[in-house]
């Protein structure tokens, strides 16, 4: 392969580096394109005497093709790509589940040349269905056969990566109780732990709570009669107090109940104080402390792994401690102070309605889709009652484009309007407007909702409220429709800084996937997507235009 600015006497079959515009409405010939006769013509009208590119030698693939090639060889299992373009194709998982990949194989791929790259993933975490989880590129436009036909081999014998689906189980949840344990801390716990095992689909089927003493607990799991289960379980135990010897409570009970303990303790931390262990083919948690936040930790390493129907030896846990120091992560905020515990304070949430768009796409015709009316009602002022009639306060609506007639349409009602005067900027400059709001600023968590958004309910925005009170604040909740992220979201305290610190047309999606906090789902079903951003899109909701 030849690069170099070629005449037009010799530029034809020539690969093109980089775009070529022609003047007026022409168009233009893209970068990858392979020169014709009737192209090389058209650029001579143009006054354009080379180009730039490349000349493919006898062997030589194009890059979408050999992108294409690589990505058929894997496995399509549980995976699904998409279609090769510059050079590239995108991997995600099609269900959720463990992603696995095989540093070896990864690192064999990418050494075969440099002009053919692969990235993906770290090993082992939990990726729900739609998550990208690796792609391939290659580098220059073309990439020598010889070099591609190792690298297909290579990948046809072996697993780069993988998805390993996670199974439906019934779990057992074990409490123990002290005095001093509050029965609010073990609610909390409860729900949690049901949250983060409904990715899986597994259920809770039943929940125990018993004094903290080696008999108690004993008899609990002796009842369970684990070796006759019918069905995937797991049973997590909760102990009022931590584990602090090999022969404490959680690890003495299991013994005594017949079981094997594999291990107590791993080098991950949060997450030091598991206990791990197996009574008749049933794997039992005892579950650190730092299990009842909803941030990352060891115990979820573990509880993704067993999902996914993986069994870790006593040595794979050892094998944790490089990158097991999740505290102090720079996007992860410091552990709260549990003497600032929340368990009887009710988390604030404030709302910021989005409504200083330019409406683009509703045409030159002077319409605007936050003043087309649903049910007799303008958009932007039946969000905002909406919001109004939901347990978030203060409810902030942040205007810009056509800003008065917004305002007219919000007068009597309780809402505190933000002028957005750089509105044009993107949505990012709206985001920093109401963020930077005081009355906004003082609250746990902001629930931020698009104004154009018709389906989105009351029952909706309090079902997102009560998952981020039951998180303790500490966690991003997100509407989805069957699993795929939409709008509204809400953003913990955690995230204001950087909130504050973005630019350009950008809103939250950067922010929930870089900022190490927990992300919680709810699913909100269709509404989640409906946002009626053109003329049709309006119609089509129930809306009626106006100008």
């Not at 580096?17 to 009208?45: M, N, T, V, W």
């Not at 006054?47 to 294409?68: F, H, Q, T």
């Not at 942040?398 to 957005?420: F, K, M, P």
Request: charged share 20%; proline share 5%; with cysteine.
């Amino acid at each position: 392969m030849k690069y170099a600015s070629f005449p037009l006497r010799e530029a034809e079959n020539i690969v093109l580096a980089h775009s070529i515009r022609f003047e007026g409405q022409r168009g233009r010939l893209h970068k990858g394109h392979r020169l014709a006769p009737d192209d090389i013509e058209r650029l001579r009208e143009e006054g354009i005497a080379s180009v730039i590119g490349v000349r493919l030698d006898a062997g030589d693939v194009l890059e979408d093709k050999a992108a294409g090639m690589l990505a058929a060889a894997i496995a399509p299992d549980h995976l699904t790509f998409s279609e090769p373009a510059t050079g590239r194709v995108n991997v995600y998982a099609a269900t959720a589940g463990l992603f696995v990949a095989n540093t070896h194989v990864v690192n064999a791929l990418n050494g075969v040349d440099p002009s053919i790259t692969l990235a993906c993933l770290k090993d082992r975490v939990s990726v729900k269905a739609g998550d990208m989880v690796a792609t391939f590129k290659i580098i220059p436009l073309a990439v020598d056969g010889d070099c591609l036909g190792k690298a297909v081999a290579l990948l046809g014998a072996s697993t780069p990566f993988e998805v390993k689906p996670f199974e439906a189980h019934a779990f057992t949840l074990i409490a123990t109780e002290l005095p001093t344990l509050k029965t609010s801390v073990m609610d909390r716990t409860a729900k949690l732990i049901e949250q983060r095992l409904a990715l899986s689909g597994s259920t809770l089927v039943r929940e125990i709570r018993i004094p903290h003493t080696h008999d108690a607990l004993t008899g609990a799991l002796q009842a369970l009669d684990l070796g006759n289960c019918r069905e995937p379980s797991l049973v997590i135990m909760f102990g009022a107090s931590a584990v602090a010897d090999e022969e404490d409570v959680i690890p003495a009970a299991i013994r005594a109940a017949g079981g094997e303990v594999i291990r107590v303790g791993m080098p991950v931390d949060p997450g030091n104080l598991l206990v791990y262990g197996d009574i008749g083919g049933v794997t039992v948690l005892g579950a650190p402390g730092c299990a009842r936040s909803p941030k990352e930790n060891g115990f979820d390493w573990m509880l993704h792994r067993l999902l996914a129907g993986e069994r870790p030896t006593s040595d794979d846990i050892a094998a944790l401690g490089v990158g097991g120091l999740l505290m102090e992560i720079p996007t992860r905020p410091a552990p709260r102070d549990r003497s600032e515990s929340k368990d009887d304070v009710s988390l604030s949430v404030a709302a910021v309605l989005l409504a200083a768009g330019q409406a683009r796409r509703m045409g030159e015709s002077g319409l605007h889709k936050l003043l087309a009316e649903f049910d007799g009602v303008p958009l932007v002022r039946r969000s905002a009652e909406m919001l109004l009639a939901s347990k978030a306060t203060p409810v902030v609506v942040v205007t810009g484009h056509r800003q008065q007639d917004i305002a007219a349409e919000l007068s009597s009602l309780d809402v505190r309007l933000q002028e957005n005067p750089s509105h044009e900027a993107g949505m990012a400059s709206s985001l920093i407007a109401g963020f930077t709001r005081p009355d906004v600023a003082a609250a746990d968590g902001v629930l931020v909702m698009l104004a154009d958004m018709p389906g989105v309910t009351v029952s909706h925005i309090d079902a997102l409220l009560g998952a981020f009170g039951d998180a303790g604040g500490e966690a991003i909740v997100r509407a989805v429709s069957n699993g795929k992220r939409g709008n509204p979201v809400i953003l913990p305290r955690a995230t204001y800084d950087v909130v504050r610190n973005l630019q350009g047309d950008v809103g939250a999606r950067a922010i929930i996937e870089t900022s190490g906090l927990p992300v919680i789902d709810v699913d909100i079903g269709p509404a989640a997507h409906l946002d009626v951003d053109t003329p049709e899109a309006v119609i089509a909701a129930g809306g009626v235009l106006r100008t």
